[in-house]
């Protein structure tokens, strides 16, 4: 095993993985750590060469060989890892989840996340900002007049069947709000004025804690909510009991 693989594995453990992508971030991260680690015990023996022989026993190194190659070398391995670490990524921004992935948009404000289930007709409800009203029970200012509103499901806590694909959509009522969740590797911004997706399969039951990572305010250490991810029929009790609510 790799010395940051082991450090990682036997001492500083990361979180539970959950997720279906989670190993191949975990993966590519150590690869990064191993790298890092080997590139500081090459520079440390290099400089050690370099104190402990003088010029008269050391031959003269052309400075192609001293300086270009190795600077070649390391810009093709920076850009090799920063390639991998982008199409990681983008495997769960820009490609696109299936047509049958769940539906769930969540929405970040000043301090508190909401989520929003589209109901029996798979159509989220058109929002109106001048809607937005928390004290009375609209949160997320959904319209009313839009009958795709009326079965909409808003909740507090994200509850999600487990092995099966979910397009998050992301949004935010104010400032910059940043939704993760460690032990699924996910960690995207919401934007306000911008609709943002990231598409995921949760792969281990379980509750998780949701984060926000964005400095967001002076209430920004008490935003969190809950991720309970269960299976199939579990979910679908708890959708149809809060399908059944006026
Ligand atoms: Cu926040």
Redesign the pocket.
């Known amino acids: 095993m790799l010395p940051a693989t082991a450090i990682f594995t036997y001492r500083w453990s990361l979180p539970t993985q959950a997720s279906l992508h989670g190993r191949a971030l975990d993966t590519h991260l150590l690869l990064n750590l191993n790298i890092a680690l080997a590139l500081i015990v090459l520079a440390h023996i290099l400089l050690l060469a370099g104190l402990l022989f003088t010029k008269r026993t050391l031959r003269p190194i052309h400075q192609l060989t001293l300086e270009y190659l190795p600077l070649a070398a390391l810009t093709a391995l920076f850009l090799f890892l920063a390639a991998q670490a982008q199409r990681l990524w983008a495997n769960q921004r820009y490609t696109g989840a299936s047509p049958t992935a769940l539906q769930v948009e969540v929405t ?4 508190a ?1 909401y989520f929003r289930y589209p109901g029996p007709d798979g159509t989220f409800g058109r929002t109106r900002v001048q809607l937005v009203a928390p004290g009375e029970g609209n949160p997320l200012g959904i319209d009313p007049s839009d009958p795709h509103s009326t079965d909409d499901i808003t909740s507090s806590q994200l509850v999600l069947p487990v092995n099966r694909e979910v397009d998050l959509t992301l949004r ?1 009522l104010d ?4 939704f993760s969740v460690p032990e699924l590797r996910l960690k995207q911004n ?1 934007i306000p004025g911008q609709t943002g997706h990231i598409h995921f399969t949760a792969s281990m039951p379980g509750t998780y804690a949701i984060l ?6 002076l ?2 250490y008490r ?1 969190q909510a809950t991720l309970r991810v269960v299976p199939e029929a579990e979910y679908e009790a708890w959708l149809a009991a809060h399908e059944a609510r006026p």
Do not use: R, S
């Not at 970040?108 to 301090?111: K, N, P, R, T």
């Not at 926000?212 to 305010?217: A, I, P, R, V």
């Open positions: 970040g404000m000043q301090f996340w935010a400032v910059i709000h940043g919401a926000c990572t964005q400095l967001c305010g209430g920004h935003m």
